[in-house]
């Protein structure tokens, strides 16, 4: 009698998180395992790390954290904001007086701890949006090298770009609530127990804009460990395993419901008037300022500093939820965007090609798993594919086209939360008092403004043609 074929090691969900940096320098992990060190992914909390990132820098770089309590606790206006009193801006003024008086911190021993690499670029990027965002609309956009040339070297240890990203807004700006940590015991992050660390405002609506896709990413966590069972089962691909693959993706689909569910609660705790005027435009990146002024880090080519270079404008989009990983995933482990259809709209090959391009927001760990999961040999919607010829398997193609479909009605319902927030504020402020006209704008509406989302596209265009792409991606059988 043969001996039991050893089973397989743990799949990466499965592996413990590591605490420690993770990954070769310059930010190129080892795609050639799937070991969770690779990934950085918890298999309870995904792309949300289990335990609360850090919240204060130590004492070698207090001077950032001192500096950035100082204009959140004075409330520091916008440059652009209506109601700005002369009081306002020499208050502005003289925080930034102190920004370019601060000394060049070295960064070198920030290089020991992934952690406290993540919490320097959130500092650096929230004290460099206020510096940017106080100033006149006229004003020339100079970063001073105080902060400019520290944020430049740690962007560029964790290879990422120096400018707020989704993972500092949410990723790695969440603790636990008050209530939540019973003594000797630390819970994982749920939907009620966590709240955010830092904000430009202090306001509820900005806290919940952060929540809501914080509360998203945990779900999502469920959705990854469906992925893994169907690449595994796509392995063995007989009978059997093809009906599990077909249940798992059913379930895909009720979480994907899920995340839609999740993200309409925004409505239910942040204001859109509010986001629209006091707390977007903190996110502005550089295609996004007026008159087209290009910022300035200063420090870049001096003396000293000739290893650093100035970012592109391709690196200095805001922050967006296209900088998600975890949607990303889905979409690459559906095939959206990999499926031939003439009737994909060239709106939606642009589309996927700026959501492409948003993977360089992410934390290099979680752009080394999307590439992980484009190269899998075994990719899902050919399998599906070739498996359900010849009318074979229909459960398995219902199945297939249910997740997709899931997917599509997210997109459908997103449109509708970017016309909500986005949209029509723009138009109301446009239009003063005829805000009757547009209180119930719909997406076909929508759709003709050119306002642009924080990411700097053309928020509408950009999401129906994504939208348009993942409806091209169900598959048909004749």
């Not at 805001?318 to 009737?343: K, N, T």
């Amino acid at each position: 009698m043969s001996s039991p074929t050893p089973s397989p090691p743990p799949h990466f969900l499965a592996l413990p998180r590591p605490d420690a940096l993770a990954g070769p320098p310059q930010g190129v992990p080892d795609t050639t395992t799937v070991a969770a060190h690779d990934f950085d992914i918890d298999a309870r909390t995904g792309f949300m790390p289990p335990q609360p990132p850090l919240s204060r820098l130590p004492e070698q770089w207090e001077a950032w954290e001192r500096i950035l309590d100082e204009a959140i606790e004075r409330h520091l206006k916008l440059g652009t904001a209506q109601d700005l009193t002369p009081v306002d801006e020499a208050t502005s003024d003289a925080w930034r007086r102190r920004v370019r008086e601060l000394p060049i911190l070295s960064t070198t021993d920030l290089k020991t701890s992934e952690v406290t690499l993540r919490r320097a670029h959130l500092a650096l990027a929230w004290i460099m949006h206020f510096y940017i965002n106080t100033l006149s609309p006229t004003s020339p956009l100079v970063i001073p090298r105080s902060i400019s040339i520290p944020f430049l070297e740690v962007s560029d240890y964790l290879a990422l770009p120096p400018i707020l990203t989704y993972s500092d807004d949410v990723l790695y700006n969440w603790k636990y609530r008050e209530d939540a940590v019973s003594e000797g015991q630390v819970p994982l992050p749920t939907a009620n127990n966590i709240a955010i660390q830092t904000s430009f405002t202090s306001t509820p609506s900005e806290n919940h804009f952060y929540l809501v896709p914080a509360y998203m990413e945990l779900r999502g966590a469920t959705a990854l460990s469906l992925m893994s069972r169907i690449m595994d089962e796509a392995f063995v691909r007989d009978g059997i395993a093809l009906r599990r693959i077909s249940y798992y993706l059913v379930h895909l689909a009720r979480v994907i419901d899920d995340l839609r569910t999740i993200l309409m609660t925004m409505r239910d705790g942040c204001d859109p008037e509010v986001f629209y005027h006091e707390v977007r435009p903190w996110f502005k990146g550089q295609d996004s300022m007026h008159g087209g002024r290009k910022w300035v880090f200063e420090g870049v080519g001096e003396e000293g500093y000739e290893h650093l270079k100035h970012p592109t404008e391709d690196e200095l989009h805001g922050p967006s939820a296209g900088q998600s990983a975890l949607i990303h995933a889905i979409d690459i482990f559906l095939g959206v965007g990999s499926a031939a259809s003439s009737s994909a709209s060239s709106s939606g090959k642009t589309g996927m090609n700026f959501l492409a391009q948003m993977q360089n927001y992410m934390p290099r760990h979680h752009r080394a798993f999307l590439r992980h999961l484009s190269f899998n040999p075994r990719q899902l919607r050919a399998l599906v594919d070739a498996e359900t010829t010849e009318n074979r398997n229909p459960e398995l193609l219902s199945a297939y086209n249910t997740a997709v479909t899931a997917l599509r009605t997210f997109r459908d319902w997103h449109l509708g939360i970017v016309a909500m927030y986005i949209v029509s504020p723009s138009r109301r402020a446009g239009i003063g008092n005829r805000l009757a006209a547009t209180e119930h704008l719909s997406v076909e509406e929508a759709e003709s403004s050119g306002e642009k989302g924080t990411g700097g596209t053309n928020a509408m265009t950009f999401l129906k043609g994504v939208r348009d792409k993942t409806a091209s991606t169900v598959l048909k059988k004749n």
